[in-house]
Protein backbone atom coordinates (compact mmCIF):
# COMPACT_ATOMS: atom_id res chain seq x y z
CA UNK A 1 0.00 0.00 0.00
CA UNK A 2 3.10 2.40 0.90
CA UNK A 3 4.60 1.80 -2.79
CA UNK A 4 0.71 2.30 -4.56
CA UNK A 5 0.83 6.03 -2.53
CA UNK A 6 4.31 6.89 -3.26
CA UNK A 7 3.76 6.31 -6.75
CA UNK A 8 0.96 8.20 -6.84
CA UNK A 9 2.67 11.24 -4.58
CA UNK A 10 5.30 10.98 -7.47
CA UNK A 11 3.29 11.08 -10.30
CA UNK A 12 -0.16 12.12 -9.23
CA UNK A 13 -3.28 10.93 -11.42
CA UNK A 14 -3.60 11.43 -14.60
CA UNK A 15 -7.25 11.93 -15.73
CA UNK A 16 -6.46 11.91 -19.56
CA UNK A 17 -6.63 10.03 -22.13
CA UNK A 18 -4.62 11.27 -24.87
CA UNK A 19 -5.77 8.27 -27.53
CA UNK A 20 -9.68 9.14 -26.92
CA UNK A 21 -9.05 12.74 -25.93
CA UNK A 22 -7.31 12.85 -29.99
CA UNK A 23 -10.24 10.69 -31.53
CA UNK A 24 -13.25 13.15 -29.59
CA UNK A 25 -11.14 15.84 -31.40
CA UNK A 26 -11.17 14.34 -34.84
CA UNK A 27 -15.17 13.91 -34.50
CA UNK A 28 -15.88 17.27 -33.45
CA UNK A 29 -14.44 18.79 -36.23
CA UNK A 30 -15.87 17.09 -38.44
CA UNK A 31 -19.02 16.73 -36.86
CA UNK A 32 -19.30 20.63 -36.41
CA UNK A 33 -18.70 20.62 -40.40
CA UNK A 34 -21.68 18.77 -41.18
CA UNK A 35 -23.90 20.86 -39.27
CA UNK A 36 -22.59 23.96 -40.38
CA UNK A 37 -23.65 22.20 -43.82
CA UNK A 38 -26.57 20.67 -43.47
CA UNK A 39 -27.99 22.31 -40.73
CA UNK A 40 -26.90 25.47 -41.11
CA UNK A 41 -25.02 25.54 -38.13
CA UNK A 42 -27.43 24.34 -35.77
CA UNK A 43 -29.59 20.86 -35.37
CA UNK A 44 -31.91 20.52 -32.83
CA UNK A 45 -32.63 17.03 -30.70
CA UNK A 46 -35.62 16.35 -28.63
CA UNK A 47 -35.17 13.86 -27.29
CA UNK A 48 -38.08 11.66 -25.74
CA UNK A 49 -38.29 8.10 -23.14
CA UNK A 50 -40.68 6.08 -24.54
CA UNK A 51 -40.44 4.37 -21.84
CA UNK A 52 -36.87 3.95 -20.38
CA UNK A 53 -34.75 2.94 -17.00
CA UNK A 54 -33.07 6.35 -18.02
CA UNK A 55 -29.53 5.20 -18.17
CA UNK A 56 -29.56 7.06 -21.88
CA UNK A 57 -30.81 10.08 -20.85
CA UNK A 58 -28.23 10.05 -17.91
CA UNK A 59 -25.72 9.37 -20.55
CA UNK A 60 -27.28 12.09 -22.83
CA UNK A 61 -26.95 14.62 -19.95
CA UNK A 62 -22.99 13.52 -19.86
CA UNK A 63 -22.70 15.37 -23.53
CA UNK A 64 -23.76 18.41 -22.25
CA UNK A 65 -20.59 18.81 -19.54
CA UNK A 66 -17.90 20.56 -20.84
CA UNK A 67 -15.69 17.45 -21.52
CA UNK A 68 -18.08 16.41 -24.56
CA UNK A 69 -19.99 19.76 -24.99
CA UNK A 70 -22.27 19.66 -28.05
CA UNK A 71 -23.40 23.08 -27.74
CA UNK A 72 -20.10 24.27 -28.82
CA UNK A 73 -20.71 22.23 -32.38
CA UNK A 74 -24.03 23.55 -33.27
CA UNK A 75 -26.12 20.52 -31.46
CA UNK A 76 -28.76 21.43 -28.83
CA UNK A 77 -31.53 19.57 -26.77
CA UNK A 78 -35.15 21.22 -27.14
CA UNK A 79 -37.70 21.37 -24.82
CA UNK A 80 -40.66 21.45 -27.48
CA UNK A 81 -40.71 19.23 -31.09
CA UNK A 82 -41.98 22.15 -32.50
CA UNK A 83 -38.13 23.31 -32.35
CA UNK A 84 -36.58 20.06 -33.11
CA UNK A 85 -34.97 18.72 -36.51
CA UNK A 86 -34.77 15.52 -35.17
CA UNK A 87 -36.19 12.91 -32.43
CA UNK A 88 -33.43 11.02 -30.24
CA UNK A 89 -36.04 8.26 -29.23
CA UNK A 90 -34.61 5.96 -26.46
CA UNK A 91 -37.30 3.32 -24.14
CA UNK A 92 -38.73 0.84 -25.14
CA UNK A 93 -42.23 1.51 -27.10
CA UNK A 94 -44.87 0.82 -23.95
CA UNK A 95 -48.44 1.15 -24.53
CA UNK A 96 -49.20 4.16 -22.03
CA UNK A 97 -46.58 6.42 -23.92
CA UNK A 98 -46.82 4.90 -27.64
CA UNK A 99 -49.69 8.08 -28.42
CA UNK A 100 -47.46 10.83 -26.70
CA UNK A 101 -44.37 9.83 -29.03
CA UNK A 102 -46.46 9.59 -32.08
CA UNK A 103 -48.13 12.99 -30.91
CA UNK A 104 -44.28 14.84 -30.53
CA UNK A 105 -43.29 12.64 -33.87
CA UNK A 106 -45.93 14.71 -35.46
CA UNK A 107 -44.89 17.79 -34.16
CA UNK A 108 -41.75 17.56 -35.52
CA UNK A 109 -41.36 20.22 -38.57
CA UNK A 110 -40.41 18.92 -41.74
CA UNK A 111 -37.92 17.24 -42.98
CA UNK A 112 -37.53 14.97 -39.66
CA UNK A 113 -36.01 12.19 -38.84
CA UNK A 114 -35.64 9.61 -35.60
CA UNK A 115 -32.19 7.90 -34.19
CA UNK A 116 -33.13 5.73 -31.72
CA UNK A 117 -31.07 5.14 -28.42
CA UNK A 118 -29.79 1.98 -26.96
CA UNK A 119 -31.42 -1.53 -26.74
CA UNK A 120 -34.97 -0.43 -25.68
CA UNK A 121 -36.45 0.95 -28.62
CA UNK A 122 -34.97 -2.02 -30.93
CA UNK A 123 -36.22 -4.53 -28.36
CA UNK A 124 -32.94 -5.71 -27.32
CA UNK A 125 -33.57 -4.94 -23.54
CA UNK A 126 -33.72 -6.93 -20.76
CA UNK A 127 -37.60 -6.57 -21.10
CA UNK A 128 -40.16 -9.53 -22.24
CA UNK A 129 -43.06 -8.32 -24.43
CA UNK A 130 -45.66 -8.09 -22.27
CA UNK A 131 -48.79 -6.53 -22.60
CA UNK A 132 -47.22 -2.86 -21.47
CA UNK A 133 -44.87 -3.20 -24.31
CA UNK A 134 -46.27 -2.41 -28.22
CA UNK A 135 -43.64 -3.32 -30.14
CA UNK A 136 -40.21 -2.10 -31.90
CA UNK A 137 -40.16 1.07 -32.76
CA UNK A 138 -39.53 0.84 -36.34
CA UNK A 139 -42.91 -0.39 -36.38
CA UNK A 140 -44.39 2.76 -35.70
CA UNK A 141 -41.95 5.25 -36.32
CA UNK A 142 -39.73 5.71 -39.98
CA UNK A 143 -36.33 4.84 -38.30
CA UNK A 144 -33.10 6.81 -39.94
CA UNK A 145 -30.55 5.42 -37.74
CA UNK A 146 -29.55 3.79 -34.36
CA UNK A 147 -27.15 3.84 -31.72
CA UNK A 148 -26.67 0.51 -29.62
CA UNK A 149 -25.42 -0.05 -26.61
CA UNK A 150 -27.03 -0.36 -23.13
CA UNK A 151 -26.90 2.43 -22.41
CA UNK A 152 -24.44 3.83 -24.96
CA UNK A 153 -21.28 5.59 -23.92
CA UNK A 154 -21.05 9.12 -24.22
CA UNK A 155 -18.59 8.89 -26.93
CA UNK A 156 -20.66 6.30 -28.64
CA UNK A 157 -23.69 8.88 -28.91
CA UNK A 158 -21.34 11.64 -30.48
CA UNK A 159 -20.43 8.86 -32.68
CA UNK A 160 -23.63 7.50 -33.60
CA UNK A 161 -24.97 11.68 -34.82
CA UNK A 162 -21.90 11.53 -37.02
CA UNK A 163 -22.75 8.23 -38.45
CA UNK A 164 -26.20 10.18 -38.83
CA UNK A 165 -24.99 13.33 -40.41
CA UNK A 166 -22.86 11.36 -42.37
CA UNK A 167 -26.05 9.34 -43.88
CA UNK A 168 -28.60 12.06 -44.66
Not at 27 to 32: A, D, L, P, Q, T
Not at 55 to 61: I, P
Not at 139 to 149: A, D, F, K, Q, V
Not at 159 to 167: S, Y
Request: with cysteine; charged share 25%.
Amino acid sequence: MIKFWNKRIKEGISTENPEIDKELQLIRKEMKNLVSKKFAGSLAIRMVDSGSCNACEAECNALSNPYYDLERLGIYFVASPRHADVMLLSGVMTFNMTPHVLDAYKQIPEPKWVITLGGCPVMEAPFEQTFAIKAPAEEHLPITYHIPGCPPEPIEIIKGLLAFLKKI
